[in-house]
Structures are given as C-alpha cells and as structure tokens.
C-alpha cells in the first residue's frame, strides 16, 4: 500500500514542538510507521526524561531520526562501503543502520554491541523538526514500555497524555511493520529487526541487484 505523505512540512504549525524540543521536553510525531516519542537526542538530560516517560530502564538505547544523510551519517566513526549503499538505497524510508559511533555521543544512545542507530525518515515532518532542532531526534514508539505502538494521535495521548509536552498531528498512519534495524560495521553486516525493508530488498542492494526500495511504502 502507497503510504501518501505531503512533501514538506509546515515549519509554522511545527513552531511549538521545536521549542519544545529546545527545551528539553518530550514532543508525539508522525514517522512512516507509528507515532514517535521524540527529545533532542544530544541533550543526556532530555534523554533521562524520555526513559522516565516510557517507564524504560536507562541503558536500553534508543534509535534516532536525523533530517538528512550527512546528519545520520555524522554520528558514526566508521561508514563502511555497505552501510552507504543500503542509506543511499533505502533513505528516506524505514530501515534503521546501527552504525559504529562517533566519540562524545550520550552513552545511553549506545546499544549493548556498540553500535548507535539512525535513520532517514520518508515523513516529512520527522525530517523537519530533525532539521529545525540542528540534531537527530529520539524516535521510539509513542507508548509505554510493553505496550503496542499509536497509529493515531488519540491512542498516543491516552497513553502518554500530560508527560508529553506537544503533540504534533499526521492523521491515521499506516502501521505494519517497523523499521527494519541492520547492524553494519566494517567487518559484516547483521539483522536486528526484520520491517518494512525485506531481506530480500537489503540483499539486493549488497548484490548490485535493482532493490525497487520505494515500492510497497
């Protein structure tokens, strides 16, 4: 199913949540899957908020959403000739590359392999309070810990309701899978998740195979 989004976002509708996030507080937003539950993913002390709103033990780490490729690819120390064909492939859209991280990042992005995850979304409103921010932004689910992801702002606000400072609305989404999270470093590649990006699609890409990325999304 063709998931219909507009093709730029309204920076002045957006204006609260970007503070919001400058201030350290937690905003609701519309990716390609689910609603996320986004902080300023560079600010330790707006990343312990987001652990106390979703009831999540501290050290789990959370993937993050940046507003282009040089963003995303910032954050990491290394990017293998592999980790660039699959971004340049398959973002924006939903495939989450865990990439070996730059020095100085919130230890709590860092997963238990060492690795921080990050993506392009194909939603312009995730891309664009990304870029308004300066700074990737957390993207875990809207919900608590244990419970199914929001495909709508309502079931995001009846779970989340006053600890979410602004919530920003993108109608009904889509759901179904979630991003598709793959390990890359430059000694292999590794599937975390499987999502919307099938295996098939990754492989074809890593084979010099036409991967029709966009097809299905």
């Known amino acids: 199913m063709s998931r219909a989004f507009p093709d730029t976002a309204d920076i002045a509708a957006l204006r609260p949540a970007i503070e919001a996030l400058r201030a350290g507080d937690a905003i609701v937003y519309p990716t390609e899957t689910f609603y996320a539950l986004g902080v300023d993913a560079m600010s330790p002390r707006a990343l312990a908020h987001l652990f106390e709103i979703k009831g999540r033990e501290p050290g789990k780490p959370v ?82 810990a244990g ?27 889509v759901g179904g899978a979630p991003s598709t999270v793959i390990s890359v470093t430059p000694t292999g590649i590794r599937a975390i998740r499987a999502g919307a990006v099938t295996d098939d699609q990754i492989k074809a890409v890593l084979e010099n195979r036409d991967p029709h990325p966009r097809d299905g999304y």
């Open 63 to 144: 993937a993050l959403i940046a507003a282009d490729l040089e963003m995303a690819l910032a954050l990491a120390s290394v990017i293998s000739g592999d980790a660039r064909r699959l971004a340049d492939a398959f973002w924006p859209g939903p495939l989450t590359l865990v990439l070996p991280p730059r020095p100085g990042l919130p230890e709590d992005l860092i997963g238990p392999d060492g690795g921080i995850g990050v993506r392009v979304s194909s939603h312009p409103i995730a891309r664009a309070l990304s870029e308004a921010l300066g700074r990737p932004i957390t993207a875990t689910s809207a919900n608590l």
């Open 147 to 173: 419970e199914p992801p929001a495909i709508d702002l309502a079931g995001a606000r009846r779970t989340l309701g006053s600890k979410v400072k602004v919530f920003v609305e993108g109608g009904r989404l």
